[in-house]
């Protein structure tokens, strides 16, 4: 055991973070080492992002040659290796999008604690989500219903819909989950620590 130098809390020294507080205690979390600055850079990883990023203005500029119906407004000639080309990037990218943001959340766990990574979250999907997500559900829908493009039919009712920030509902989805294991994991780790002490585990 050993008592966090924060709150004085006594934790197993296999705890990575304090249970009673949540701040780290010098301890690595998925092999990743501490680095000597809170501003160090993984720029592979940052150039990585930056060229699916740009890999989505191929998919959006692949969709008018594409035989998708009415989902999107498209010319009357299809190409199949446009299609090949879409389908092979969409497969991986937004998924690679989220295995970075699990690794970037990763580490601001690592480095801070997950107070910071809460409050990371907070800032950076839920009030971007709670600002621009009634912007696109009140403007997409007027869009294509009065605009150039014409009509586009949709699956789903057109009322509350992300549309384009559809990924922000998913990522606010997995932070939820990630917060409600981390609950259970910490009382996991208590109820344990209260049976150590009376001899029932």
Aim: hydrophobic share 50%; proline share 3%; aromatic share 16%.
């Amino acid at each position: 055991m050993k008592n966090c130098i924060y709150c004085g809390f006594e934790n197993a020294k296999i705890n990575n973070f304090c249970i009673e507080c949540g701040q780290k205690n010098d301890f690595q979390i998925l092999g990743i080492e501490e680095t000597p600055s809170l501003n160090h850079r993984f720029n592979g990883l940052d150039a990585l992002r930056g060229f699916a990023m740009v890999l989505g203005i191929v998919l959006h500029a692949a969709l008018p040659y594409m035989n998708i119906g009415e989902l999107w407004p498209s010319d009357s000639s299809s190409s199949d290796v446009i299609m090949v080309i879409f389908e092979f990037i969409h497969i991986w990218r937004m998924p690679l999008f989220f295995i970075l943001a699990g690794f970037f959340a990763n580490l601001v766990v690592s480095k801070k604690s997950w107070e910071s990574w809460y409050q990371n979250r907070f800032l950076r999907i839920f009030l971007v989500a709670i600002i621009f997500i009634p912007v696109m559900s009140l403007t997409i829908p007027w869009i294509f219903a009065f605009g150039k493009t014409g009509g586009i039919l949709f699956f789903y009712s057109n009322e509350g819909q992300p549309h384009h920030l559809w990924f922000l509902w998913h990522l606010i989805i997995i932070a939820i989950f990630v917060a409600i294991l981390r609950s259970i994991y910490v009382q996991f780790l208590r109820l344990r620590k209260i049976l150590n002490r009376i001899g029932l585990s």
